[in-house]
């Protein structure tokens, strides 16, 4: 059973539902199989479906959470998190760099390394965060995240679709 995850936190969880969805949808549709949640079916399709999330949400995710967890982590877990997030960037630029049937292998790789990144940041990190992040800390980074994320995306949409 997942535990819960604290308030403050709360609006990179919500945020990294988003992104199981499209690696999920990116994953299937690219397996072929005939229902992969409403995700295009074509190469081109999923890149503009990855490059939508990149631009709504997935930027400025990794943006707070370098800049308000990364003061927080231990020296291995930031260069974990900095690395996966570069990997990440790298793979979305390769699919749009590359053309049609060649965009299969960086988006695949993008999908799979997504999930395994919001897995462990759900399973591992963010436990390690609430319990060693002193209260006020972890209160004030919650409330940094919450401008960030929710009232600043209010004006722009922060979903994929």
Do not use: N, Y
Request: charge should be neutral; hydrophobic fraction near 45%; include cysteine.
């Amino acid at each position: 059973m997942a535990a819960k995850r604290s308030r403050e936190l709360r609006p990179l969880s919500s945020e990294h539902h988003q992104a199981l969805l499209v690696a999920f949808q990116i994953k299937k549709a690219i397996a072929g199989h005939a229902e992969a949640a409403g995700a295009p079916r074509d190469l081109d399709g999923l890149a503009a479906l990855a490059r939508r999330f990149e631009e709504s949400v997935f930027l400025q995710h990794l943006e707070a959470e370098e800049e308000l967890l990364g003061r927080h982590l231990s020296a291995a877990d930031g260069r974990r998190l900095t690395e996966e997030h570069q990997q990440l960037r790298d793979l979305l630029a390769e699919a749009r760099a590359v053309r049609h049937a060649a965009r299969r292998a960086p988006l695949l790789a993008f999908a799979d390394l997504l999930e395994r990144h919001v897995r462990w940041e759900e399973r591992e990190l963010f436990p390690r965060c609430e319990e060693a992040i002193p209260a006020r800390d972890l209160a004030a980074l919650g409330h940094e995240l919450e401008r960030r994320l929710v009232v600043a995306g209010k004006g722009a949409k922060r979903t994929v679709s």
